[in-house]
Structures are given as structure tokens and as C-alpha cells.
């Protein structure tokens, strides 16, 4: 990244504060109950705060901005609203991305260590990763879900939404943002009314998934700020095959 692009994109984010936060999916709909199994809800004792995925029966991945006192997670359900002691998992161990320091510098991924590991079953299942570094192509069609708001100034949903995006030039989207964190992927919020907006706090669809031919390849990161009127900055995703070396170390460490 050119140095003055650099200086302006880190200009605009802090400028954005923490409205630059992932926080609600825009003009989707509810998903249907027997999909998505994968997602999950990151808790701290105030209730919902990102949104996440499950990758293995004992951990779950999701943004480092998510990094706000959670204490526990949610699986099993699409309604947040109705959530039996079984759907509930502590948190073990949280392991934020070692050189992350805020999401406009990148790296904003974070996996969360389950306390007990989850039986898989016709409510609760894993979503794959992608099994080596890849460059995702243009105008491919994916889907993003979360808890967060469905309109701008509306409120958190307790049913989880979804909505189609499609993959945005990554060459377009860097002029669009005059600069970018390395090693992530556009999709959404650019020429079109769907997609995910902004919290003022962390609540949200941080750290849900971008889910493109069955495979989760993205993270839910940041876009430009609270309101919801798309065609300006494209939505942007920590791109997860760029950091599989790490994912599959952290995994490795059961007993850390």
C-alpha cells in the first residue's frame, strides 16, 4: 500500500471509531432452520456480542474485534430467544491473532477454545475451510448471516438473517477504500442495497462468516460506517485462507 493511501484509508478508519464495526445484515432474510448450522452466537454476560462459526467440536472461529469480555457461546439455534442449557458452551481459551491490533491494519481473526466439545448433530454441525491459500474470483455469488440490526438507527434481531453478496475486485475495492489491510476479501455494500452495516458497539454480525461454495473464506471485519445507504465502500472480510498455517496450530494445541 503507497504511503499516502495508507495514511488516508487509517485516517478514515479512525475517524470512523467504532462505527466501523460489522453490525447488521441489510435487506436479507431469516435463514431457514435446518441451514447454517454452523453459525454461533458470542456472548458475555450482557448477552449477544459477534456473531461466529463453528470448525471443529471444540472451536470456533470469528473476528479479533470480537474480543469483548466474552464468556460463552450459543449453537444449536437460530432464535436467540429461545435458547435451552444445551445450546450453551464456556469459553476455555481465547486466542486472538498474535501481531492483531485493530482492523485497520488486518489480521482480525480470532479462535475461541470450547470448554467441552459439541456433539454434531441435525441441529449443530461444522462448515469446512478452505484447504489451502486461494484467491477467491470476482462477482462470485456467497452469503453472510448474523444476529445484528436489519436497518439503520433499527433494532438487534434474536432470529438470524441472511443475505446474498457477491465478491468485489479486489484492485476496485482498494481505490474505493484508497488503501486496504493486507490479506482480505470484498463482497457486498458496493453497487447494490445488501450486505452487512455497522454497530456503534460490538454488537452484531462481527465475526460471522463469509460462506462462498459451501466453504467458509471470509471473516466479517469492518465498512464504512452507521448507516445502511450501500453503494460507496464495499463490506469488508479478513480473507481466512491466509491464515490456515495459524488456524491449524492453534488447533493443534489441545492442551494449551
Known sequence: MHALHKLLFFHLLTSLGRDALGGKIINGEKAKKDSM??????QNNKGHVCGGFLISEDFVLTAALCNNHLT?????????????????????????HPYYVNVGLGKDIMLLKLSEKVQLDNRVQTIQLPTSEMSIRDNVKCQVAGWGKTRSNGTTVDKLQVVDVSTINKH??????GGLPDHVICAGGYNTNKGFCQACFLFGD????LVCNGKAVGIVSFNKDGFCSYPNFPNIYTD???YLPWINYVLKQKTC
Request: net charge positive.
Open 172 to 177: 476496485v475495492c482498494k481505490q474505493k477504500w
Open 240 to 242: 481466512i485462507s491466509k
Open 206 to 209: 462481527s465475526g460471522g462468516p
Open 72 to 96: 460463552h457461546v450459543i449453537l444449536g439455534t437460530h432464535d436467540l430467544s429461545r435458547v435451552a442449557n444445551g445450546n450453551k458452551r464456556f469459553i476455555e481459551k481465547i486466542y486472538t
Open 37 to 42: 448450522l454452523y453459525m454461533v452466537s458470542l
